[in-house]
């Protein structure tokens, strides 16, 4: 499992997938995210703006786990 640091309260899932190198793109994220590929804390999400926090896990078919880590 990947842990993927934010610098502030919250990321968008859409922001994130990109900060996690998942897609290069909104646009991709966006079409990840309607294939049903994303999982988050083990129940598939397609909204781009979910707000993720500190803690949250985040699982992308084909890309792996990622665990989202607050700057300290």
């Known amino acids: 499992m990947k842990k ?3 610098h502030s309260e919250y990321i968008k899932l859409d922001q994130f997938l990109k900060l996690a190198d998942c ?3 909104g ?3 966006k079409a990840l995210l309607q294939e049903q590929a994303v999982k988050v804390n083990g129940e ?3 909204r ?3 707000k993720l ?3 949250d896990l985040v699982a992308v078919d084909g890309e792996g786990e990622f665990q ?3 700057a300290k």
């Open 4 to 6: 993927i640091v934010i």
């Open 23 to 25: 897609v290069p793109t």
């Open 27 to 29: 646009g991709m994220a």
């Open 44 to 46: 598939i999400e397609e």
């Open 48 to 50: 781009r703006g979910r």
């Open 53 to 55: 926090y500190a803690g």
């Open 68 to 70: 989202v880590e607050e």
